[in-house]
């Protein structure tokens, strides 16, 4: 916000509201203007004065580049609004309400303005015991919604799956496999019925042994691709629901003797680092997801406000990437 009103990068904006010496001074001056106009208060101001703003980040994952990813627009939306942002785990224990009660308790006693929560499962009891505690929640790319107007950020996750299945179509693949996230997730679902949709677009009739579930991970990937090159007629091509599992599936064709993409098309879906570093390079569907972890962090700021929302649910687009995992089938080129 602070970078916008001066007309700035966000990084030259950081550098004058974090004290740094190397930015022009005219530049300086509109900075520190612009924060004035919105009340921008400086986080060593704050830690001279009051306590500062704070906000719970809560993963199931830490270390996944996707987690990453997220955190890293958080962050950033949390240093333009001058909020401090705690990166916490998941609790994993299954006491039902008293549990849940006991979590939100925590974290009003702390004075958490409120709680972003990533790729996680929520139970109906914790989402009524923030309520109780009046903490706003805002979930990304939810696993489930308990309630329909709990507020979520993700991705349009059915165009995603539709545009990678259509691509693999124009390059002529006709059986194509699908190597899912867990059936419960609400995203994995998405995906699922894109690729089924852009089938049946194209008359293709979707089969019920070429679509699998599993982990959003490396090793739920290879063991889906496993079995999808087991089969009799296998897959000449497979569309996995996030890059770690494509790239447990490359490692299952590579471990058949089979080459990516000569034998074998695949393609992934976020667009992390893992995408660009993988040998060959995934094809993938990007999902912004450092821009759904700034939404996330500038949505729940306007709960906390006590503004009201237009939509409980945000979706940003996602497009296709197309770089060296995909190719037409061996008998077509």
Same mark, same amino acid.
């Given at each position: 916000?602070?970078?916008?009103?001066?007309?700035?990068?966000?990084?030259?904006?950081?550098?004058?509201?974090?004290?740094?010496?190397?930015?022009?001074?005219?530049?300086?001056?509109?900075?520190?203007?612009?924060?004035?106009?919105?009340?921008?208060?400086?986080?060593?101001?704050?830690?001279?004065?009051?306590?500062?703003?704070?906000?719970?980040?809560?993963?199931?994952?830490?270390?996944?580049?996707?987690?990453?990813?997220?955190?890293?627009?958080?962050?950033?939306?949390?240093?333009?609004?001058?909020?401090?942002?705690?990166?916490?785990?998941?609790?994993?224990?299954?006491?039902?309400?008293?549990?849940?009660?006991?979590?939100?308790?925590?974290?009003?006693?702390?004075?958490?303005?409120?709680?972003?929560?990533?790729?996680?499962?929520?139970?109906?009891?914790?989402?009524?015991?923030?309520?109780?505690?009046?903490?706003?929640?805002?979930?990304?790319?939810?696993?489930?919604?308990?309630?329909?107007?709990?507020?979520?950020?993700?991705?349009?996750?059915?165009?995603?799956?539709?545009?990678?299945?259509?691509?693999?179509?124009?390059?002529?693949?006709?059986?194509?496999?699908?190597?899912?996230?867990?059936?419960?997730?609400?995203?994995?679902?998405?995906?699922?019925?894109?690729?089924?949709?852009?089938?049946?677009?194209?008359?293709?009739?979707?089969?019920?042994?070429?679509?699998?579930?599993?982990?959003?991970?490396?090793?739920?990937?290879?063991?889906?691709?496993?079995?999808?090159?087991?089969?009799?007629?296998?897959?000449?091509? !497979?569309? +996995?629901?996030?890059? @770690?599992? *494509? #790239?447990? &599936? /490359?490692?299952?064709?590579?471990?058949?003797?089979? $080459? =990516?993409?000569?034998?074998?098309?695949?393609?992934?879906?976020?667009?992390? !680092?893992? +995408?660009?570093?993988? @040998?060959? *390079? #995934?094809? &993938? /569907?990007?999902?912004?997801?450092?821009?759904?972890? $700034? =939404?996330?962090?500038?949505?729940?700021?306007?709960?906390?406000?006590?503004?009201?929302?237009?939509?409980?649910?945000?979706?940003?687009?996602?497009?296709?990437?197309?770089?060296?995992?995909?190719?037409?089938?061996?008998?077509?080129?």
């Amino acid at each position: 916000m602070v970078a916008d009103a001066a007309g700035v990068s966000l990084p030259t904006a950081s550098k004058v509201l974090n004290g740094r010496g190397d930015v022009a001074s005219a530049t300086r001056t509109r900075v520190e203007v612009a924060a004035r106009d919105l009340g921008y208060v400086s986080p060593s101001d704050r830690r001279g004065g009051l306590p500062g703003r704070t906000v719970d980040l809560v993963f199931d994952d830490l270390v996944s580049p996707y987690s990453l990813e997220v955190l890293s627009g958080v962050t950033e939306a949390g240093t333009e609004a001058g909020v401090d942002v705690v990166v916490n785990r998941a609790p994993r224990d299954d006491a039902g309400a008293r549990s849940a009660d006991d979590w939100a308790g925590r974290l009003k006693a702390v004075g958490r303005e409120g709680i972003i929560i990533v790729t996680s499962e929520l139970t109906l009891e914790q989402v009524e015991s923030f309520d109780r505690a009046g903490l706003p929640l805002v979930v990304i790319d939810p696993l489930n919604l308990p309630r329909v107007e709990v507020t979520s950020v993700g991705a349009t996750n059915f165009s995603g799956g539709l545009t990678a299945t259509e691509h693999l179509l124009s390059l002529g693949h006709r059986r194509i496999g699908f190597a899912g996230g867990p059936e419960r997730a609400a995203c994995g679902q998405a995906r699922l019925h894109g690729h089924r949709a852009a089938l049946e677009k194209a008359g293709v009739r979707p089969e019920p042994d070429l679509a699998l579930h599993g982990a959003f991970s490396y090793p739920a990937g290879l063991e889906m691709g496993t079995r999808l090159l087991d089969l009799p007629r296998p897959p000449t091509a !497979i569309f +996995a629901a996030s890059d @770690t599992t *494509a #790239l447990g &599936v /490359v490692e299952a064709a590579r471990r058949r003797g089979l $080459r =990516v993409p000569d034998d074998l098309s695949v393609v992934g879906f976020d667009d992390t !680092i893992l +995408a660009t570093l993988a @040998t060959p *390079a #995934l094809t &993938v /569907v990007r999902q912004p997801l450092p821009d759904m972890g $700034r =939404v996330a962090l500038r949505t729940l700021l306007r709960l906390a406000a006590g503004e009201s929302l237009d939509s409980h649910h945000v979706e940003l687009a996602t497009h296709l990437v197309v770089r060296d995992s995909t190719a037409p089938p061996r008998g077509e080129r």
